[in-house]
């Protein structure tokens, strides 16, 4: 049966964070496009942050990306014309312990929807990825351009770094129309209680300590999830095909200076923090250079950190009770 939308968008992983976050944006922006959310409902997923559920261009589907039977009923139901590819397994602390969950998703997962992408031969097919693939930098190096090489160095980085290469692959063998982003950190509403900020949140507001790993000298720069959702959507939409885009704040902090902010604006000391042993491999320091995409398409992050946590919290509050 011939859809009465043009445009059909497969969004992977979008009962997640950033995903639920996308759709929320995009469905409501673009009411003649559809967005088809795929998600396995992983212990990362909560279908609670997608707010356009009951939207006439939104359908969601529960389905594995690794289950290719299920996503080939998927693309003959829908017959999509682009896809966002958001499904991951994220969760570093949890790659460390058990990699093959993450390889299975990340790698294989991507292989799956790169092959149906060829299949129903897609006008676009958009892989979210991450700084982590660069590896870390020291206290002062400047931050990782798009050139900059690939050194993963956990099993997740390297099962994001391998879908990047695979579709590579298939943008140069096949003329895949594909374009890959590379975020920072991201925080704010939605995120999954197991990250660092939202587990710090919900550990204060219940009374308990935060884990600070080491002495928190690790360094990240931090990323409003709003923010990268538009940008995510302004690359999928004009990025060039073949081309990789860096999405970044200039906003750097230590862990110990963002549990320092989260005690501060809950009311609270570092006697709440508990100074636990430190992540096997830990990376010391992540820092992106966004010129290319504020360059090229006019991007610029628009939530300053203490803005944006403040959001953050006031939502867990309420999440909490
Ligand atoms: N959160 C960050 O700070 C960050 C930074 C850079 C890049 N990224 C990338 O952005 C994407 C989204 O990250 P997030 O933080 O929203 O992740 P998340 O863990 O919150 O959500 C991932 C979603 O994917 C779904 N999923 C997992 N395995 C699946 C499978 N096999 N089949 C179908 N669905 C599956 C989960 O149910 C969940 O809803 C990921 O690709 C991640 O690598 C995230």
């Known amino acids: 049966m011939k859809s009465k939308f043009d445009r059909r968008t497969i969004v992977t992983g979008g009962a997640g964070f950033i995903g639920s976050n996308y759709l929320n944006y995009a469905v409501t922006k673009y009411p003649r496009e559809l967005f088809i959310n795929v998600d396995a409902l992983t212990y990362a997923a909560d279908l609670r942050n997608v707010s356009v559920e009951n939207r006439k261009n939104y359908a969601f589907e529960k389905s594995d990306i690794c289950d290719v039977a299920s996503m080939t009923d998927i693309f003959n139901k829908y017959r999509p014309t682009h896809l966002i590819h958001f499904a991951a397994e994220t969760h570093v602390d949890q ?42 930098l020291t206290a002062y190096a400047p931050p990782f351009t798009e050139d900059s090489l690939y050194n993963p160095r956990n099993p997740y980085s390297a099962s994001k770094a391998s879908a990047e290469l695979l579709l590579l692959s298939y943008i140069h063998t096949y003329n895949l129309q594909g374009v890959i982003t590379r975020s920072s950190n991201n925080y704010g509403p939605g995120q999954d209680a197991t990250k660092l900020i939202p587990k710090f949140i919900t550990f204060l507001l219940e009374g308990k300590k935060v884990p600070l790993y080491a002495k928190g000298g690790n360094i990240r720069s931090w990323l409003y999830v709003e923010d990268n959702v538009k940008a995510t959507d302004l690359v999928f939409r004009k990025g060039k095909a073949g081309e990789i885009y860096n999405i970044g704040s200039r906003e750097e902090y230590t862990n110990f200076e963002i549990t320092k902010k989260l005690l501060h604006l809950l009311k609270k000391t570092e006697k709440e923090i508990e100074h636990v042993a430190d992540r096997p491999g830990h990376d010391f320091r992540y820092a992106l250079s966004s010129q290319k995409l504020e360059n090229e398409l006019g991007w610029k992050p628009r939530v300053s950190f203490d803005k944006g946590i403040k959001r953050t919290v006031v939502h867990f509050k309420k999440r909490t009770g």
């Open 95 to 136: 790659s460390i312990k058990n990699p093959s969950i993450c390889i299975k998703t990340n790698v294989e997962g991507t292989n799956n929807l790169l092959q149906l992408a060829l299949d129903y031969k897609l006008s676009r097919f958009h892989l979210v990825s991450t700084d982590e693939i660069y590896g870390d």
